[in-house]
């Protein structure tokens, strides 16, 4: 290894550590030995600047992307969360927008937490925003092209769904929640705890507004058919199967449901397969 | 004013003149898609719309449409000692592709190391394995985007044992020998000078002037035993001296770019720093030869102290996240 990189890789984990450097032996002594200070700064205080630095740029990065998860811990929990996620999953991608992207793995394994369902449906809901925010670009699919598609070829047609749409199956009300903190945080005032309350949650983007909707069972395991790649015959099949329709009220019931998917955004394409 | 439209070009580096413009930044979106201000062009940073799709493209191409778009990056690692990012470039060449800036600009820097990646500016010690390293990544980042690639000296707040040039020195031999522009803060001079004890004026005069493709003006935030380039309030009149003897030694108008990424102003604020940095360039050219800068390296500043707030400095300015959905 070159004299270079070693000391990139000694310097690169002295800061990510998460306590003050110049009560560090071991980092003062490195400083002094590859850092030459200044008139002003110690060895150890330039690099403590860097340090201080690591991690107020990746929590406050967090914060930015994660208001309804720090709603509901509160800055000591929240700090210690963050602190323990960076600490065990270092950021690795160049940009901080992917920087929570293992956050709500994180959270789930954080069984100090008071709240740990409430917390990880949470971060998956803000997680599943941010994909959505600058997912790809796409025309939705008009309902009229749905009613082109000839009877004999709905075996062989998928519906794709929207780049720019997550499905989540969450035990809180955290959409709701999300906008009470969001609220609460403008405006002053308290939010409390929601009980539970399953829901099937769409977190999409329209043109360039993202939103989430709340669906049925049925609707949503139709959906979940079309992100699996399940062709529409099959994935109806399924969804009469498994209880959430009868035959007689199928045919009324898709329809309203593929216009409401339609209008929604959620479908990009139907491809003949 | 007409899309894209440049007035001349910089010798040596063939790279056309931009004029005065300002760095592209969310607060500022809706009053320069709803005014059209009268901007020579606009720098964005490179990594805020290497995305697939929504708004950051959209404002994108709102902007191309009316503004030449330069590119400016602060997550390439080219001083690292991982391998440069392969999806890094691939995202950055599809983005160049968009924006067809005339060009591009990293720092002279590393960003992390045994593949976590830290998101930092961090100083690399002046010696000849930096020199050697930045040099062949600098020829196959140039081959491949194919775009003029320049390189920016960077603030910093510690220095290496193992350095053995200076950093105009550094500066000079990556820049020469990989045959690349040299992206010229002269903020970041003045407060690497402040914080390591050298001679703005020097580094002013030592670096190859005809190589100086843009210069990059900010303001910093003095807290007394060392400064940061926060990025935030106007141009220090000491950085403002070291533009004008920047420009008297290179002695051909540069396009010139002011940042300003914290505590965002209004639109109006910026514009009146791009006014005052036409008129420094055209005292600075108008001005006879031999005419030293008025420069005191020493002047005291306000220091903002507890003021600096917890983001401290940044690169770029706040993202366009969701959070705001």
């Known amino acids: ?71 509901i811990l509160g800055q000591r929990a929240w700090e210690r969360l963050v602190e323990g996620y960076l600490e065990r999953d270092p950021p690795e991608h160049f940009s901080l927008r992917d920087l929570g992207a293992r956050l709500p793995a994180y959270v789930a394994d954080q069984s100090w937490l008071e709240q740990p369902s409430l917390c990880h449906d949470m971060a998956l809901l803000e997680w ?13 699919l008009d309902a009229a092209e749905l009613q082109q598609i000839p009877p004999e070829a709905w075996t062989r047609a998928a519906c794709v769904l929207n780049p720019a749409l997550r499905l989540l199956q969450v035990d809180y009300p955290v959409a ?88 929604n955004g959620w479908v990009a394409r139907v491809e003949l397969r | 004013m007409s899309p894209r439209r440049v007035r001349g070009s910089t010798s040596r580096l063939r790279v056309p ?13 809706a009053h320069i898609l709803r005014e059209r201000p009268r901007v020579d062009f606009f720098e964005i940073i490179s990594e805020n719309f290497m995305v ?34 392969r999806e890094y470039l691939t995202r950055l060449k599809a983005l160049v592709r968009r924006v067809k800036p005339a060009w591009l600009s990293d720092h002279f820097c590393w960003s992390g190391a045994g593949g976590a990646h830290l998101h930092d500016l961090l100083p690399l010690p002046y010696c000849d394995e930096a020199v050697a390293r930045l040099v ?61 004890g050298f001679d703005p004026l020097e580094f002013v005069r030592s670096v190859p002037h005809e190589r100086i493709l843009q210069i990059h003006l900010a303001g910093h935030t003095n807290l007394g035993t060392h400064i940061i380039d ?68 020493s002047t005291p500043e306000l220091s903002a102290g507890a003021a600096l707030g917890a983001r401290g400095w940044q690169q770029g300015g706040p993202r366009e996240t969701a959070a705001g959905d």
């Open chain 1, 1 to 71: 290894m070159s004299s270079l990189t070693q000391l990139q890789l000694e310097l690169a984990a002295f800061l990510r550590k998460r306590t003050l450097l110049e009560n560090d032996r071991a980092a003062t002594a490195w400083a002094e030995a590859a850092l030459t200070g200044s008139s002003s700064l110690s060895p150890v205080q330039q690099l403590e600047i860097y340090r201080e630095q690591f991690w107020l740029r990746h929590t406050s990065s967090l914060l930015e992307d994660f208001p309804g998860l720090s709603g």
């Open chain 1, 128 to 140: 599943a925003t941010i994909e959505c925010f600058d997912a790809p670009d796409t025309e939705p």
């Open chain 1, 176 to 263: 709701e929640l999300r906008r009470a903190l969001k609220r609460c945080r403008l405006e002053g005032g308290t939010v409390s705890y929601p009980d539970k309350k399953p829901q099937n949650l769409v977190v999409y983007r329209r043109q360039r507004e993202l939103d989430v909707a709340s669906v049925s069972n049925g609707a949503w395991d139709l959906l979940e058919c079309f992100a699996a790649g399940i062709p529409l015959l099959e994935a109806v099949e399924g969804v009469v199967t498994r209880g959430h329709v009868t035959e007689s009220e199928l045919g009324a019931w898709l329809t309203a449901l593929l216009r409401d998917f339609a209008a």
């Open chain 2, 17 to 29: 003149l931009l004029g005065v413009g300002v760095g592209l930044r969310v607060p500022h979106y």
């Open chain 2, 52 to 85: 697939d799709g929504g708004k950051p493209l959209y404002h994108l191409d709102c902007v191309l449409e009316g503004y030449p778009v330069i590119q400016h990056g602060v997550s390439l690692n080219i001083g690292g000692p991982d391998p440069i990012d």
């Open chain 2, 136 to 196: 062949e990544r600098a020829h196959m980042v140039q081959d491949f985007l194919e775009v003029r690639f320049a390189l920016e000296n960077t603030s910093s707040y510690m220095s290496y044992t193992q350095s053995s040039m200076t950093e105009w020195q550094f500066v000079s031999e990556v820049v020469e020998r990989a045959d690349i522009g040299l992206m010229f803060d002269v903020n970041n001079v003045f407060v690497s000078s402040y914080n390591h």
């Open chain 2, 230 to 297: 926060t990025h935030r309030g106007h141009v220090h009149d000491a950085v403002w001296a070291l533009y004008r003897e920047t420009l008297r030694l290179a002695a051909v108008p540069i396009s010139t770019l002011i940042e300003w990424d914290d505590e965002i102003p209004e639109f109006e604020v910026l514009m009146a720093e791009v006014e005052r940095a036409k008129r420094e360039q055209a005292l600075a050219l108008g001005s006879p030869a031999g005419a030293g800068p008025e420069l005191d390296p």
